[in-house]
Structures are given as structure tokens and as C-alpha cells.
């Protein structure tokens, strides 16, 4: 008789092939998967069992593009949480941990997850700075070599999103594309992920030419079906997750070349909404078979990632699995990982990490002074007048901004923009390079009182601030030197919510259900504040993003995204 | 204007994501597929055009499970005759040169195929012998070093097929076992083919969970279902290539897991009617969407084998294409391979090889001395009376084999076998390792008179001869060592036809229409003789191969391979 480790009686595991839930009883040996056993005529000798009680078994989610620090958690609280999510494998680019310091900052956060009851793999981070350094300051760079030697890391399974899509399709002397050169040379299957918004036709060929065949970035259906056709895997992350699209890819019998994942999950999102479950609830919500969208959450991220071990419930594969009460709300009853329990509904939860740290310049890394109002004073191109300036118009539903032209007049050589309808906004470069400030005037969809600070800014993680009078703008500002990083919002002198981010200005060491509350207060703060967006902390932190279109703000200046270059902020 | 080295006009384009035929132009660059141009209305600056005339285009076919000796023919010859196919990518085997001359006859095989017009990749020949050394005597034996040693070469692709299969699954000391050891610490990506049939429910579990996840031998349908929901990979070759089959494939949507594979093909057919592209036509024949057909010849071959640069029309993939006059006969106009065209119908075939041999010592590999008729006396337990003994019937349709006991009288020692309805069979240890000889009778859909001998005898090669009378078994055996080499059909003391194969005894390194003629004559005669069978050259040359079921013969005599043992002729 066979002598296993586990058997789970009873269960309706899923099929990744047929599609189907059948009634088996799976035998788990050495952490893999040993039999599914459908006709359980056969008996062996189990070391424990699992009463199955005809529930629902799959594989364990598997999230291939995300980012641990959009969480602003570390990956040790992260996964702690990703356990009740029922995700087992993601593979994470730590693209702002980068950006705040370099490589080693790549392998810090990397370090950091070595304790994770889950799988965490890692995306090569390939466009640190996002655009060309004269763009932005960044906190640091990562270049050819830093790739080089990332490659060799077993936990690293890919190159991560490759922003820089405008540039890198024409002549260009950018380290990403020194790096691809050499990974042709060796290593012919390693999956390079992109990040193309609007690229299409011969640009878009001359992307897919460079062997970047991933994206995961937001389009229209005419953007999408082109690259389904170019053969890119598509990603389809929440803001994608719609009935258009979905019904687009079931028309045409798309499944096999794309699959869900996370990209950014903030704080309290994750805490009342889940990750990558919540896309495979809303996915069945709006239409999707529940097989398929197990399928998309499981087989084609695994298989796009090389992960010939798991995403199916196959023999010889990783017994990381999900035990579900109901399949349609998908509800997860427990997790497992290489056939051990990491999560049970009702159980106390878990803190797996053992408490790797992070080191103490991590915790000192705003190198800003004290702000006085003064800072904040607009200096204008003439003493008195009227001026027209360049403001970034938000709105809902999107992370784009349209340029829109706004007069203001000036008093005494300072711009009085206060009636002008927009808020002043401001990057302030806290790495101590030179401690440059980027000025610029924000309308549209965001708040309308007080202020709001963040050091959490795409990509470089500057310090971005934008409020309606310069007492709230210099309070902000100052309460965030003093946090050493989070996200401040300030009306009428006071603070309002604060989240502290004091590693590296970016992430929190507390628990997930702390740093999710703390950002719900700031979120709501901002909404009283009469910001207008279904995601308003995504909508204020990529105003500084320089590769996300159309106008943004960062320590240089205003940048025309499509044109690539800093713009005056006076027109 | 982007400058470009060939521009494919006005073709019908395989898009192999939304299996469709698209009209478009094609851009090539550095034989590469730069873009697919669906609105013709950029230009471009091209060194050459085609016109397509509105003809399909179709990614090259890619053959992933065969065997080049399967041909009778060198590399050189074979991939001269694979052009005119439209294969242009093939993972080969040469398991039956590695059973002849072990790693170094795989490392010849190699070198004799590296100016090919195509791109030959190998598999690892992993079951060498295929089953137990003392059930057969082989000309050479791959162990593991061997099998680290051919790892590291660029041109191999996967292990080949793993025959082993009732015996892996059990406590072994298999080179194999070791290997796949060894394999799991170095590159957990490697495809691994297997051989199973007939293997089931936990059993099959067990050969999938070493790893082992393709199987391309024939089955009914309850065995295909199994392979499929287990995650293995499916190859279809010819005789599982019915109505059955694919309607079953076609019901449960598995398209995505499974691809159409020649295994083996032998001269004339390949000849007379082609390779991949034929099984391509059949399935179209069969009522397979031709779209589905190409895709399960082109994408998902590609894909089981991690080869990432073809298998599709996508900018960044190789420039293997090929140019069809008619979609529903699949009728070839041209090949192209990396951008350059190798075939054009009507255009004088080529020669691509300059001529790499194999060494002298290929020549000379049938270390037999010729025989007298004394030779083939089998004796017997008793001088008088009957015996009972163990035949091996052969069926048209299958190589497998059933046992039928038949009673024979025995004069003054010897079998009186003649008049029974059976043949006598016998394999001659042809190696100069002892030369030994097994005595066995045959039965059934095999010829009626005269004698068949062959070299080229599954697995090991010995020599193989089965006849009617004595006289004509040693006509053929000295005939074929005269020849070193090769298929001989005798009867009535006269030699009907012969196909000399006297490289390693098993290759010919004449061309392959001359290959293809010789062994169509031996065909005829074959049937000429009275054998009844869909191929008899494939149901003769399998009778000594002990891992096909249930009775066959070797150089140590019966083999009951479901036992895995030698058994008694007489019962």
C-alpha cells in the first residue's frame, strides 16, 4: 500500500484542462502532488487527512505583476495577509524600493521576504529611473550591471515592467537596453515584461521586435486586440477587469494568452476587498465561468512565468492549493503551501516572519529641512499682470491628466493663484542631491481644501505636496520630515489622517490591519477634502509618474509625458 | 522610413492567437518578423519583395517528436527531403543510433546535421537500452554521465522519451533515474518526453509525478482522457490520428495540449507522402479546422518545447514561414526559413549539406560471420512427440503482439515447425558481443513464405530475421551481412528486394528518393510474401522491441514485456 503524507477526502478539485470539478480524493506526497484519485477504490496509508466535506479545491492563486511596496507594507505583513487572500506565488518588482535605493535597496526588499509562508518571486526592476535622469531626481539607479546581477538570484523569474517604451523603441543608450542585449545571450526564455499604454501598429511591433511580450497596462479594445495579435501576454489588473473586456476575450477565445494580476493593491484595499481573489470575484461577478477565472488565476500566470511546478493540481506539482466553501462568491475555507496549512477561516492568524528588519538608514531617509512658507511662494516671470500656466487637469476613473491653460495674476513678482480654482502643487527632491523644487498648478477631480503631502510618489518617491493655501501646503510638508515618509492630509492647520511610512519614506513595519486603517483615514480625509476618484490615493501618488500620460510634476519641473521632456510652467 | 530586408506582399497571414487568415503585409528584418501590417498604408524601405498573390502564410511546421533513423536516411538527406514539407524545426531523437554506437553515435548523428537547411534540435536518448540490459544485448548504452554531457549541448532540447516506464515507477537503479536526479537540481525547465502506453490511473500518476510529462504513443480513449487531465502533453502521430480522437479533442476544447508528431516516418512514406504536413492534411481531411491544424503544427509544438523565438507570426519570432497555394489540400508553394527561401515548388531540388560522414567504422558494423542453414535448427526439450510453445501473433493495425500457445511435433530433437502456421523468428546478436541468438515463432498479419531479415530492428538492432523455411532465412541473413546492413525480402532462394543500410546497419546515405524506392520494394515484397498489415516494415522491425506489448523477441530469447522478463519459448 502507498504510504503518503496527506490525503483530502472528498473534495471537487479543479481540472485545469477539462475545465471541471470533479469529485476526487487527492494524495499529496513530499509536498506535491502524488494522485487524483477519482474512482477512490485504491487505498493508502496516510500520515494525516483532510476532510474535504465536498468542497471546492483549487490551485493556489498566483499573481505574476504586482508590486509589494504599492501595499506600503513590508513583505513580511504583506504575505501575512496574502495567506487569507489564498494567493501562494507572486512575483513582485521591487521597482519603488529601487528607486529609493538602488540595488541594494532590491535586495533588501528581497531579504526582507526570505521568512514568507508564500512563494515570492521577483521581477528584475528595468527602468529605474522610469524616463530619461534629466527627468527626475531619483533616490537610485539601477543599472546594466545591477540587472546582471540580479539575474543570477534564484528568486528572480523575470525582467520587470520595461517603462520606458517610447524610448527604448528608438536609438537609445538606456541600461534596460544594454541588458536585453546580453540576456539574449544567455537565457533565451526568460519572460520580459512591459508597460506600454497606447503604443500600437510599427511601434508596438518594433516593442513586441525587442522580445518584451508582456504588458499589463490600461487600453481600450482596439490597443487590446493588438496585442493579443502581436502574441504579447496580457495582464489584465483591476481597472481592466470589465464586462467589455472580458467579453471581448470570450469572443474571440483568448484565455490562454492572458491572466489576472494585482499590479498595485493598496493597504486597506487589501484589507476589505482581498488581491488577487478579489479580481477572481468580480471577474465571476461580472459573467466570467468560474472555472475560467480560476484557470486565468492560476495555469496561465504559472505557465507565462515558466513555473512548470505549479498552477495545476497535476501530479508532480507544488501541493499549494485552496479550499473553497463556495465556489461563485469564492470564498476561501483555508490555503495551503507545499501541502502544509498557512491559513484556516476562523483560525487566529499567523505572523510567519521572524522579524528581518530592515537596516536603521531606512528609517532616516527624508533628508529634507524644516519648510517655512516662504518655500511655497511662486515667483513669476513678471512683477504684476496676469500669467497662463500649464495645470494638470485630473480626473476620475484614470491616472491620466490633460494639460489645461489657466490664467492667474500676479502681485509683486508672486503668482496669486489661491482664486484661480487650482491647487498649488510641489515636489521636493528629499534625497539630499541638491534638494530641487518642482512647482506646478492641479485642477480637475482632486481636493479642493486644505493639503495633502505623500513621500509614497511614483516612480522616484519625492516629496509631492498639493493644497489650497500655503499655511496647510508647509504643515504637510513639515509633518512628513518629522514621520520621516507616510502621507499626511492637513485642513485649516490641523492634520487631519496620517500614515506613517518611515522605511526608506515608502513602507510601514506595522501590521497590515493597522497600515490599512490608517491610509482608509487618510483616504477619507482626502475624499472630505473633495477629492473625486474612485482610487484617489493611486490618483494623487502617480502625479509625478513621467511616463504615465499626459502632464506631470516632478523635482525638475513640468514634464510633457509623450514628448519627453520638461515643459515651463509659465506658457 | 524604416528600412527592412523583405517584404511579404499581399498573403493571407496566420494569426495564430485569433486563428485567423489575415490580409496583410509582412516586414522582415534580420530574419526576423518585424510587423504585421493589417492597413498597408506605411511604407517602407525593403532590399527584396515577395508577392504573395493573396496565398496563406503559415509559421514553419515544428516536428517535436521524432526520430531522424526512423528514415533510414542521413540527417543531410532527410532534411534536403523536410524543406519540400515545410518543416522547418525538428527535435530528434536518434535513440536508435545511440542503441548502435552510444553517446558518441548520438554526437556523429549531430555533426552530420549541422548544415541542415532547418534547425535540428535533439532530445537526450534517455532509455538506452530501453528496458533491463539482461533482456537484450545493445550495441551501445547512454548512461547518466552521458546524459549530463549531452545536456550541456546547445542544440538539445529536451530528455527524449523516457521508455523505462513500468520499471521507473518502481525502487530502480535506472541511468535515467539518476539523471532526472541530477536534472531537477539544474534546470527545473527542461521538457522530459515519456513512453507509456497503456499506463494508468496511479501508475500514470507516478510516471507524471518524476516529471515526465509527454507521451506520444497510442491509446484508446479513457487512456488519452487520463494523459490529458494529468497535465501531460499529447503528441498525436499518425495512428492516433482518427475521427475518435479528435472529435474527443475537439468536444473538451484541449487544443492547447497537444500537437501533432511524425515519431517515426519511414522513406518511402516520406516520400510518397510527405511528414508533418501530412498528418496536417489528414486532420483538415478529418474535418480539423485548418486554422486549428496549423496551430497545433506550428504553436503548441513550440511552446511544449520552450522554444519562444517561433511558432508564430509575432514580431521578434523567427521568419520560418511557409507560402501555400491552397489552404484545404495544404499544398506548399514555398518554405522560408529565417527570413531566406529554402524551397519553391517547381524550383530544382537543392543539396544543403557539403557532405559530413560518418566514419569508416559506421560501415563495417555487422560483426556476424555468414551462416548455414544448421544455424536455425531450434531444438527441442524432447527428441519425440509434440511440444507446446509460445508464438507471437501479430495483428494489422498495431505493433502489439499477443501470444498464442501452438503445438508443434519434435523429430530427433529438433522442432518440426513448418507445417504449424508459424514462422520462425530469430535476432542475432550482431555486435560481436558473443553473438547470441533467440529462437522464436510468429504468427498472424505477418508473410507467408520466404524470409524477411532486417538490422534495423527495434530497439537494438540486431538482426532479425523471420522465414518460412531454413533455406530462405539463411539466404537472407548472409544477404544482409553482405550487405552490412539493411532489409532483405527472400523467397524461393531468391532475393526479391533489399534496401542496403550500411551506416551503423541502419542508416543508407544515398538520397531519399533512391531510399524511398528501395524500401517501397521491399514493402511489395513484404506483402507479396503474405504479410497483412498498414505497415509492415513498422510491425516487422517491432517485433524485437521489448517494451511494446506482450510478446517479443530479442537476442536472449521471448520477452513477456508486461513482466519485463525472459519467459520460455516451450511452455
Known amino acids: 500500500m502507498q504510504n503518503i503524507d ?38 493508502c496509508n496516510a500520515k494525516s487527512y483532510i476532510d474535504g466535506d465536498d ?8 499573481d505574476i505583476h504586482m508590486h509589494i511596496e504599492s501595499s506600503m507594507m513590508t513583505p513580511a505583513a504583506f504575505c501575512d495577509r496574502l495567506v487569507e487572500c489564498g494567493v501562494t506565488t507572486i512575483v513582485s518588482e521591487p521597482h519603488e524600493m529601487a528607486n529609493v535605493g538602488g540595488v541594494q535597496g532590491v535586495l533588501d ?33 539601477i543599472y546594466c550591471k545591477d540587472m546582471e546581477r540580479l539575474k543570477e538570484n534564484p528568486a528572480v523569474a523575470c525582467v520587470g515592467e520595461v517603462m520606458n517604451y517610447r524610448q527604448i523603441i528608438r536609438k537609445n543608450d538606456l541600461e534596460i537596453s544594454k541588458f536585453l542585449k546580453k540576456l539574449r545571450t544567455i537565457d533565451r526564455l526568460f519572460p520580459i515584461e512591459g508597460h506600454c499604454p497606447a503604443l500600437v501598429d510599427l511601434d508596438l511591433a518594433k516593442f513586441l521586435y525587442l522580445g518584451i511580450n508582456g504588458d499589463h497596462t490600461e487600453h481600450n479594445i482596439e490597443e487590446l486586440r493588438q496585442r493579443f495579435a502581436g502574441g504579447m501576454f496580457v495582464e489584465i489588473q483591476e481597472k481592466m477587469l470589465n464586462c467589455e473586456v472580458l467579453e471581448f476575450i470570450h469572443k474571440h477565445n483568448l484565455y490562454e494568452y492572458f491572466c489576472f494580476v494585482t499590479d498595485d493593491v493598496m493597504a486597506d484595499t487589501l484589507q476589505t476587498q482581498g488581491h488577487l481573489d478579489a479580481l477572481v470575484r468580480k471577474a465571476i461577478k461580472d459573467g466570467f465561468e468560474p472555472a475560467q477565472a480560476v484557470y486565468n488565476a492560476t495555469f496561465t500566470p504559472a505557465r507565462r512565468m515558466n513555473f512548470f511546478d505549479r498552477g495545476a493540481l497535476d501530479p508532480g506539482k507544488k501541493a499549494d492549493f485552496l479550499l473553497l466553501d463556495a465556489l461563485d462568491t469564492f470564498s476561501i475555507a483555508a490555503t495551503y503551501k507545499d501541502g502544509s496549512c ?25 533628508r529634507l529641512r524644516m519648510q517655512n512658507e516662504q518655500t511655497f511662494h511662486v515667483k513669476a516671470p513678471i512683477m504684476e499682470g496676469t500669467v497662463r500656466v500649464r495645470a494638470m487637469e485630473m480626473r476620475d476613473g484614470s491616472t491620466r491628466t490633460a494639460e489645461r491653460i489657466v490664467e492667474m495674476p500676479v502681485q509683486g513678482g508672486l503668482v496669486q493663484w489661491e482664486q484661480s480654482g487650482c491647487l498649488l502643487a510641489a515636489v521636493l527632491e528629499r534625497y539630499g542631491k541638491g534638494g530641487g523644487i518642482g512647482f506646478g498648478f492641479v485642477t480637475g477631480d482632486c481636493h479642493k481644501r486644505g493639503a495633502v503631502a505623500t513621500s509614497y510618489a511614483h516612480d522616484c518617491h519625492n516629496m509631492l505636496v498639493a493644497g489650497a493655501n500655503v499655511k496647510d501646503i508647509a504643515l504637510a510638508v513639515n509633518r512628513l520630515i518629522e514621520l520621516q515618509g507616510g502621507m499626511v492630509a492637513v485642513d485649516g492647520g490641523q492634520v487631519q489622517a496620517e500614515l506613517q511610512l518611515n522605511i526608506g519614506g515608502i513602507l510601514s513595519g506595522r501590521p497590515a490591519a493597522e497600515i490599512g486603517a490608517a491610509l482608509g483615514c487618510v483616504r477619507a480625509a482626502m475624499e472630505a477634502q473633495g477629492y473625486r476618484h474612485y482610487n484617489p490615493i493611486m490618483s494623487f501618488c502617480t502625479l509625478t509618474l513621467p511616463v504615465s500620460p499626459a502632464l506631470k510634476l516632478t523635482d525638475k519641473g513640468l514634464i510633457d509625458v509623450k514628448a519627453a521632456c520638461v515643459v515651463p510652467l509659465f506658457v
Not at 468542497?55 to 498566483?62: D, K
Not at 484556516?344 to 531617509?365: C, Q
Open 6 to 43: 496527506l490525503l483530502v477526502r472528498d473534495v471537487r478539485a479543479f481540472n485545469s484542462y477539462f475545465k471541471t470539478f470533479d469529485k476526487v480524493d487527492v494524495w499529496i506526497s513530499d509536498g506535491k502532488i502524488l494522485y487524483i484519485d477519482r474512482k477512490k477504490t485504491r487505498e
Open 109 to 141: 526588499m528581497i531579504r526582507a521576504g526570505e521568512n514568507s509562508p508564500i512563494d515570492i518571486f521577483y521581477g528584475i526592476p528595468s527602468s529605474v529611473p522610469s524616463t530619461k535622469p534629466e527627468l527626475e531626481t531619483t533616490g537610485g539607479v
Open 55 to 62: 468542497r471546492w479545491m483549487i490551485p493556489g492563486l498566483i
Open 342 to 366: 498557512i491559513y484556516e477561516k476562523g483560525a487566529p492568524a499567523r505572523t510567519w516572519n521572524n522579524g528581518t528588519d530592515f537596516a536603521e538608514a531606512y528609517y532616516h531617509s527624508i
